[in-house]
T-cell receptor, first 113, second 114 residues
């Protein structure tokens, strides 16, 4: 059972357009992170959201944590070719006192120049 | 100056062989992890060590045996390799195992079992 479903799975848009990626779950997370992974490399952290309803901005990227801490979204404004990559949401779940990071199914984003 | 390094980068081997992947972090972190990323890019935790002690062991076959000789190293040994073990294996580290900590990932080891 996949705890974190991301949509869309694939997204290909023109440079300059806006887009939103969704991360949904039936589980409640103590915090949630978004990572970006480029080919041949490991994921790199973009943001951590902790409070339900929290909104964080990172230049053209806006991240939102759902009020119930079960879902999140990533909105990119005026997408650029450098935004191309695999975007992964990941939620922390308590595991017998230790926190386990569970990754989403991923969204592969391609920005066409 | 690499924060988390893994060796080898690529590993091609025959079914039934035994192989090891090494990981080192120079960030001074207490916690290290092994993840497996399959062909669909799904990333799943396998093990986590904190201060050289195993704290997370997902339902991984016992052919996989992690070893942490010290806080800076976490190696992964795999016995009797199977076709289904083919994947990219990522090592990662974080300051501690608590929620919200940033995990720093290595570049990955692409394992191909023939």
């Amino acid at each position: 059972t996949q705890l974190l479903e991301q949509s869309p799975q694939f997204l290909s848009i023109q440079e300059g357009e806006n887009l939103t990626v969704y991360c949904n779950s039936s589980s409640v997370f103590s915090s949630l992170q978004w990572y970006r992974q480029e080919p041949g490399e490991g994921p790199v952290l973009l943001v951590t959201v902790v409070t339900g309803g929290e909104v964080k901005k990172l230049k053209r990227l806006t991240f939102q944590f759902g009020d119930a801490r079960k879902d999140s979204s990533l909105h990119i404004t005026a997408a650029q070719p450098g935004d191309t990559g695999l975007y992964l949401c990941a939620g922390f779940i308590s595991n017998f006192g230790n926190e386990k990071l569970t990754f989403g199914t991923g969204t592969r984003l391609t920005i066409i120049p | 100056d690499t924060a988390v390094s893994q060796t080898p980068k690529y590993l091609v081997t025959q079914m039934g062989n035994d192989k090891s992947i090494k990981c080192e972090q120079n960030l001074g972190h207490d916690t290290m992890y092994w993840y497996k990323q399959d062909s669909k890019k799904f990333l799943k935790i396998m093990f986590s060590y904190n201060n050289k002690e195993l704290i997370i062991n997902e339902t991984v076959p016992n052919r996989f045996s992690p070893k942490s000789p010290d806080k800076a190293h976490l190696n992964l040994h795999i016995n009797s390799l199977e076709l289904g073990d083919s994947a990219v294996y990522f090592c990662a580290s974080s300051q501690n195992p608590g929620p919200g900590n940033e995990q720093f990932f290595g570049p990955g080891t692409r394992l191909t079992v023939l």
